[in-house]
């Protein structure tokens, strides 16, 4: 029996783990649950999978945990804050983290459970963005295995000899290819983007996610911050990670050795499938999710990104060549601009505006360590919209 802690369970990563975990009753146990502040859902998934401990990030919601495990009849535990996931995610009775919270806010759960030697389960992308080098550092010392949730890197992972992680640095590999839908402004021109609004950049074609992976995908952000990703887990330099757009997503992500072999991986568009590869790896197991049926599909569409009309994904690769102190800065000024854009303080074109007014601000820091990047993210959140 695995003993997993879902960091972020109420959300859409968190929902579709504990999906996969339900169906597997013999192997998987929900030991501890997490929220930001959804007291509401995080009782209702408490109540279904009786964790023995439920952690809520947003101190004043205590209360109204305690209250309704007590009002269930549960005997879970309940604690609050930051410093209680870092704990958890060390505890010594749990296998496997889920990091599948939101944001940079994921980074000290998601190092600690690495430094811990767990299994990481790694969804949240934001904090390999900030701290590529130190999280890869801490998986190897921790001892302890990373497997990729997002979609393009669970497909690499799989299409890469074992062991992946670090692989693509290797000369057998010509480049890595990461595949996006597009999103829902795919084949629109920049005149166009101007007026948009977050409900329509919310309606993903293919994917239902949370808000703000949501706003990156229309962006292509979502697809810089994975280029990023691509780099630290797989070894892969800049230039030899590419990106095509493919709006079907059934090819998740493509190997592209230098035989000529081109190896990928298809599925239908449903994370669940990640999340069972992630839980059970090496095995495989039932995820819940639909089969291809190929000749239902018939066919494959391939086309470049519009560097143009979605500049957020060369300003990803920008960053990624400059160094850790800029993907920190795209990072939290993506953060703050997208959440801007879902407060109606900003225009969509604004949010890369902002990103790139904030890399043009910051270039000269030199920030590697943790505390460094951490006051950094911390500086630029505090930088105020210039561009509306
Ligand atoms: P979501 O918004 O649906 O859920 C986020 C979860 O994190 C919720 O449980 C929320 O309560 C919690 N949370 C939010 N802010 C927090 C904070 N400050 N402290 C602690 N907990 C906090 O998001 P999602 O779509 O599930 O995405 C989660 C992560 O997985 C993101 O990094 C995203 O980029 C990545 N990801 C998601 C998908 C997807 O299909 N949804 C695919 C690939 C990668
Ligand atoms: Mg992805």
């Known amino acids: 029996m695995k003993r997993v802690a879902v960091f972020g369970a109420t959300g859409s990563i968190g929902s579709s783990t504990l999906d996969v975990i339900a169906r597997h009753p013999d192997r998987f146990r929900a030991e501890v649950l997490s929220a930001n502040a959804q007291v509401d859902s995080l009782l209702r998934l408490c109540a279904q999978f009786r964790p023995s401990l439920a952690i809520i990030n947003d101190a004043q919601h205590l209360r109204a945990l305690q209250d309704g495990l007590r009002d269930l009849d549960l005997s879970t535990r309940a604690e609050a804050g930051p410093d209680a996931l870092v704990q958890a995610a060390q505890q010594s009775d749990i296998d496997i983290v889920v990091a599948a919270i939101v944001g940079a806010a994921g980074l000290p759960s998601t190092l600690a459970a690495a430094r811990a030697g767990k299994r990481l389960l790694l969804a949240n992308k934001e904090s390999i963005v900030v701290a590529g080098a130190l999280l890869m550092h801490a998986v190897k010392e921790g001892g302890g295995e990373l497997i990729p949730i997002d979609s393009e890197h669970n497909a690499l992972f799989q299409c890469l000899p074992a062991p992946a992680l ?49 706003v990156d995908s229309a962006t292509l952000m979502n697809k810089g911050l994975e280029v990023i990703e691509a780099h630290w887990l797989f070894g892969a330099a800049p230039e030899r990670i590419d990106v095509v757009v493919h709006p079907q997503s059934i090819i998740h992500s493509l190997v592209d050795y230098v035989d000529g072999s081109m190896l990928a991986q ?50 990803a690769y920008q960053a990624l060549r400059h160094g850790p102190s800029a993907t920190t800065v795209l990072n939290a000024a993506n953060e703050t601009a997208v959440s801007g854009f879902l407060q109606g303080q900003l225009r969509f074109l604004a949010i890369a505006d902002h990103v790139q007014h904030m890399l043009e601000q910051f270039s000269r820091e030199q920030a590697s360590t943790l505390e460094d990047l951490l006051e950094l993210d911390r500086r630029v959140r505090l930088e105020p919209h210039t561009h509306h």
């Not at 599925?267 to 995820?287: E, H, N, Q, S, V």
């Not at 999710?289 to 060369?314: T, Y």
């Open 166 to 214: 670090g692989r693509a640095a290797s000369t057998e590999i010509r480049r890595l290819v990461l595949t996006a839908s597009g999103g829902p402004f795919r084949g629109w021109r920049r005149d166009r983007l101007a007026a948009v609004t977050p409900q329509q950049a919310c309606a993903h074609p293919r994917w239902q996610m949370g808000q703000k992976i949501s």
């Open 266 to 315: 298809l599925g239908t568009p449903d994370m669940r499938t990640a999340l069972a590869y992630g839980l059970a790896w090496p095995d495989r197991i039932d995820a819940g999710v639909a089969p291809l049926d190929l000749l239902q599909l018939a066919r494959l569409d391939f086309e470049a990104p519009d560097r143009e009309a979605f500049p957020c994904l060369d300003l």
